[in-house]
């Protein structure tokens, strides 16, 4: 008896210390209509949420509350007595109050003039700059920071589907939500322990990896880099916060006012330092905007802490809901710095409540801030190419020594279930099909058969083309790498090939060797600044549908050798030696030039050594990988490349003596909340007399397809030119236009526009020289075209109509083009 006694007793004990308060509902008017945007906290704390566009909530808490507070502006506050520990579905009825009952009848927006909230606000930006890190020419700190991915929504029939079967065993480690109060089950997590340091003098900052762990995957970097990107960095003093690719309107930001609308709601003491709390929520739907409160201080205006939650009706695709948390501490008594940052995202294929997805919950921990300890210069200068294995291999002794927080029972769980799922052959064959899917290759031991999506193709010269080939793979970071590829066309009954080596002599400095050997069909002129991939293959004569004639086709046998290295950071010297025959790929075409080595006075096939040097700058850009061929993250950066070539006649039986010089430049550029404009310029000269088969053509666009750097209204050989220039720019409006068009609001479209332009020439010598019967057009009069797009037709799919400007009495003028593509962006 004493002992039954005693057990009751311990288990009152332990239901004390891990009491939670849990409640969910709907906060509603007088009408019974859903209030979006109220405020709902447990009293005396600063524990709160804001309710979504429905008015619906969920609030959690590791301490007992026994009352519930809901107000919104214009409305009585209700205070709510909670009878248990676990209260959901709860209907909270407000009652419109006398002040400013006038402006919640109209529109529930806020006035600019004469609201405390907005003067505080303008305090906040004064100050920004003396607030947190900014105010120290040099910082250093600590940083934890763990990521996981959780499937939501899980019910009875998710757990008898047939997906799982086989795999019940994961349901084992199920929990709830504390944001959203929705079943999910851990799949993954990522651990990393780094230190970072910070100049604000020369504006850099070097991140060092200390160790890093995630459940089944221990040394991915492909994985881990698509948490990196997935999860960029952000301060919410900036005007605009950048997820998903997407600038958000920060509620602090200087351009706030104009999208949000702000009200004061309360102060309090919080770490005995005088707060004001301030609710925030978009003035229009659709726009990339926050709701949320944020707590600050009455003294430094600094940000005590913060929570942004983005709006369903927000223009992004695959995320249901983004909600951050961010709690900053008082250092030195004045000194903002953050403590701690949570970001959880809801990914799925559509918004409806009901929808299941995936959780991404990333969760950042700092401590150890150090200031005024400058570093040399020479201490940020970036690795080119260094990886510490070590990292990845820290046994279970040092995460527990090191972690800045333990890990729950659950997730310490996903660690021992991803070792478990390995073994489960279903798992193993789920796993695959993913890889395939994103890589294109099939692996097969320490081979990968593909790329697989370039099997079949088709051209008036081959018909029908099928492809097949592959590469070895030992890992992820090889040091050398052989491909290889065959082809053959059932209309033209031939076989082609191409096979190529390299090595990585050099990691530090990324010193690359690789040749190899190709002879193949192309199109050329498919793009203006030429390289020499020697498995490099175009749209044009691989795709399976084109517009028009596509017989202007080239049979090209092509070996080179070239030495790369990579001296500083995403900066690439190459040198390079080829050489090249060019004939006709069939009798309808020509590549003829008038020669005086010829009996016959005119040759059709060009041979042609050259030696290269060639310069690519690409600032910003994030690579994966540390061997011999490495993948970039897909995000914007700039680059800027320019190629050198010198034609060496006489050398194997060369037949041109030439020097031609290209230059491109791309640079995408971020106008804050008007989206992004793509600038893209290309220039290129080449000195010297050579035929139709070293030219530089315009590359025109007769796909289906919207293919960068090509005009969409110009044939192949519509224009041929040696010297050349061309503009284009594309911008991309976001849905900033559509979103406000009624009726079209709730479809996410995104608006783009361009224009393109192109001016060149080609030289008496050169024309002199042409017997191809093609007459040289050159677009000495520019030649232009624009266009207007719509993207994000359901989700997936952006069409293009584009007009050319001008030449529009030439004979077969492409005067309208609808081009298309598919994509999957956020």
């Known amino acids: 008896m004493k002992i039954k006694s005693l057990y009751i007793l311990f288990l009152l004990f332990s239901l004390t210390v891990i009491a939670q308060t849990k409640v969910s ?160 089950l851990p799949i993954f997590i990522n651990e990393s322990l780094s230190e970072v340091y910070g100049d604000n003098t020369s504006k850099r900052e070097k991140e060092i990896l200390k160790a890093n762990k995630n459940s089944g995957f221990s040394s991915n970097q492909q994985i881990i880099a698509f948490i990196k990107d997935l999860y960029a960095d952000y301060d919410i003093y900036n005007n605009y916060l950048k997820f998903f690719d997407k600038d958000f309107v920060s509620p602090l930001s200087r351009t706030g006012i104009d999208v949000y609308n702000y009200a004061l709601t309360d102060s309090m003491f919080i770490d005995n330092k005088w707060c004001y709390n301030i609710v925030y929520y978009p003035r229009r739907k659709g726009e990339l905007t926050f709701k949320g409160d944020f707590w600050v201080n009455d003294t430094t205006f600094a940000v005590k802490n913060i929570n942004l939650a983005v709006t369903k009706s927000a223009n992004i695709n695959w995320v249901k809901e983004i909600y951050i948390e961010q709690e900053f501490e008082v250092v030195n008594d004045s000194v903002f710095l953050l403590k701690r940052d949570h970001m959880m995202s809801d990914f799925a294929f559509n918004k409806k409540e009901e929808s299941k997805g995936v959780y991404g919950k990333r969760t950042t921990l700092y401590k150890n801030y150090k200031f005024n300890e400058p570093k040399p210069k020479e201490f940020y200068k970036e690795e080119v190419n260094f990886i510490d294995n070590s990292v990845y291999s820290k046994n279970d002794e040092y995460w527990s020594e090191n972690r800045f927080e333990e890990l729950s029972k659950d997730e310490l769980g996903v660690y021992k279930m991803l070792d478990t799922l390995k073994t489960v052959k279903k798992f193993k064959q789920m796993y695959n099909l993913v890889a395939i899917l994103g890589s294109g290759y099939i692996q097969k031991g320490n081979f990968d058969f593909g790329p697989i999506f370039s099997t079949v193709g088709y051209n008036d010269v081959e018909g029908i083309r099928l492809r097949a080939g592959g590469r070895t793979y030992f890992g992820q970071n090889d040091p050398w790498r052989l491909q290889f590829y065959t082809a053959y066309g059932f209309k033209d009954d031939q076989v082609k090939y191409g096979v190529s080596g390299k090595i990585l002599l050099n990691k530090k400095n990324r010193l690359i060797l690789e040749g190899g050997n190709r002879r193949d069909i192309e199109q050329l002129g498919a793009s203006l600044t030429t390289t020499n991939n020697v498995l490099g293959r175009s749209f044009a004569s691989s795709g399976l549908f084109m517009a028009g004639a596509n017989n202007n086709l080239t049979s090209i046998n092509l070996s080179t050798v070239s030495l790369n290295i990579e001296p500083v950071k995403n900066l690439t010297l190459e040198t390079g030696f080829s050489y090249r025959t060019l004939k006709p790929a069939w009798d309808r075409f020509s590549l003829d030039y008038f020669s005086s080595d010829s009996s016959t006075g005119v040759e059709s096939e060009v041979k042609q050594s050259e030696i290269t040097l060639s310069v690519d700058y690409t600032p910003k850009r994030k690579t994966i990988g540390y061997g011999v061929e490495r993948s970039t993250v897909d995000s914007p950066f700039t680059r800027v490349f320019v190629n050198y070539s010198q034609g060496l006649k006489g050398v194997m039986d060369s037949d041109f003596d030439y020097q031609k010089i290209q230059l491109y430049f791309k640079q995408p550029i971020l106008v804050g909340g008007f989206g992004r404009l793509n600038v893209i310029t290309e220039a290129g000269k080449t000195f010297g007399e050579v035929p139709l088969g070293l030219m530089s053509v315009v590359p025109g666009n007769q796909s289906y397809f919207l293919i960068e750097n090509t005009f969409n209204n110009l044939n192949f050989y519509e224009f041929v030119t040696d010297e050349y220039a061309t503009l284009q720019l594309e911008h991309h409006f976001l849905g900033r236009i559509l979103s406000r068009v009624p009726g079209l609001r709730k479809m996410n479209l995104r608006e783009i526009v361009g224009i393109k332009g192109v001016i060149g020439t080609v030289s008496d010598a050169n024309r002199a020289l042409n017997a191809s019967g093609l007459t040289y057009l050159a677009p000495e009069k520019p030649y232009w075209e624009y266009s207007v797009g719509v993207g994000n037709i359901f989700k997936v799919f952006r069409i293009d109509c584009s007009w050319r400007g001008n030449y529009r009495n030439l004979p077969d003028a492409n005067k309208f083009a609808i081009k298309g593509s598919f994509g999957f962006y956020f």
Do not use: C
């Open 25 to 184: 509902g709907v906060v509603v008017d007088e009408k019974n209509e859903p209030i979006p945007f109220a405020n709902v906290y447990f009293k005396n704390s600063t524990e709160g949420v804001i309710t979504n566009e429905n008015g619906r909530f969920y609030l959690e808490s590791t301490k007992s509350h026994a009352f519930l507070i809901a107000s919104f502006i214009g409305y009585t506050s209700q205070e709510i007595k909670l009878e248990k520990a676990v209260t959901y579905n709860l209907k909270i009825s407000l009652s419109e109050g006398e002040t400013l009952r006038e402006v919640v009848l109209i529109s529930g927006k806020m006035p600019k003039k004469n609201n405390p909230a907005i003067d505080i606000l303008r305090k906040i930006w004064a100050r920004k700059k003396q607030n947190g890190l900014r105010q120290f020419q040099h910082y250093q700190y600590n940083k934890y920071e763990k990521v996981e991915f959780d499937l939501n929504t899980i019910d009875s029939a998710t757990m008898k589907s047939k997906l799982f079967k086989g795999m019940e065993f994961v349901f084992e480690q199920m929990d709830t939500s504390k944001i959203t109060g929705k079943t999910y």
